[in-house]
């Protein structure tokens, strides 16, 4: 079948049902009928002979079929959206746009504030959606639009990904006021003899302070691994456990907690921020100012 007897518009239909799980969502998010959206659907089913989506409860699950196709639909429609942006000039006052923002959660603070500052006080149309950047996919998230940018720790990379260091983080270690172990000073000895919890979005596996700690022929004893921060630094200030932590993040969440804050008495890795968007982006207008937003938005004083 020839491309000019097809509306791609039905192309976008299909994948804003996919992004956003169902038909009355994507009516919403194209601002358009249910009853059209179900058209659309329609029509492309017969023209693709397959159903698509199926429906499970309130979820309009894709098929296998949708799924083998939607990263190169996702493409072919990035690729038509910067050739309109390359035409016409990208002006954040009048401009309506969702961009999207694969993050951290360790990150996500740091950024978010003073991005949606600047994002409400100039920017009327803009929407920015923070999502969980998934490291095994960033590059065809990124290809395909799924992702605008996304921001995380230094990785390896592919040529038709970009990178810019945003910001230089040292490690901290915190401690609860009060520790009876702890002085205003922490010594690598005391920082040994401790116990410890642990961050880490892996079951398992050891920290940068361990890879550490065995290069100097010594070993920690970790008492509690989790996930998040915020939780770490709650049980150090209810216990005489120890956290390792990137100081920024640390800073921020210290305004809750009170923590006493020490420089790590290990030499560790920086914990680098880095900025990450697709070569096919370089020259669209509305990714270049969203990216110097995200610049901007690390440079700013923490607080």
Not at 256 to 270: E, G, I, K, V
Request: overall charge neutral; aromatic content about 6%.
């Amino acid at each position: 079948m020839h491309i000019s007897r097809v509306d791609l518009n039905l192309f976008v239909v299909l994948e804003c049902i996919y992004a956003q799980g169902g038909i009355t969502r994507a009516a919403e998010q194209l601002n358009l009928s249910q009853s059209a959206i179900s058209h659309a659907l329609n029509r492309l089913r017969e023209l693709l002979g397959d159903p698509l989506f199926e429906r499970q409860g309130h979820v309009m699950v894709p098929t296998p079929f949708t799924r083998s196709i939607i990263g190169r639909v996702r493409e072919a429609l990035r690729t038509f959206e910067l050739t309109l942006h390359e035409t016409n000039q990208f002006d954040v006052e009048s401009t309506t746009k969702r961009f999207s923002l694969g993050v951290r959660d360790v990150l996500e603070s740091v950024v978010l504030p003073p991005l949606m500052k600047h994002v409400v006080d100039h920017a009327p149309g803009i929407d920015i959606a923070s999502v969980q950047n998934d490291r095994r996919t960033l590059e065809s998230d990124l290809q395909s639009g799924a992702l605008d940018a996304a921001i995380d720790v230094v990785l390896s990379i592919p040529q038709t990904v970009r990178s810019e260091r945003l910001a230089s983080d040292e490690f901290v270690v915190l401690s609860r006021r009060g520790h009876p172990r702890v002085g205003r000073r922490l010594s690598l000895q005391t920082y040994v003899a401790e116990q410890h919890v642990l961050v880490s979005s892996r079951r398992r596996g050891p920290g940068i302070e361990d890879i550490e700690l065995v290069k100097l022929g010594l070993q920690r004893r970790v008492r509690l691994r989790c996930i998040h921060y915020f939780a770490a630094c709650r049980v150090v200030s209810q216990t005489d456990l120890l956290l390792t932590m990137p100081g920024r993040y640390a800073r921020l969440l210290n305004a809750l907690f009170d923590n006493q804050m020490h420089p790590c008495p290990l030499d560790t890795a920086s914990a680098d921020a880095y900025l990450y968007w697709h070569a096919n982006s370089d020259a669209d207008p509305a990714n270049r100012w969203f990216r110097q937003r995200l610049v901007e938005a690390f440079a700013a004083p923490p607080g």
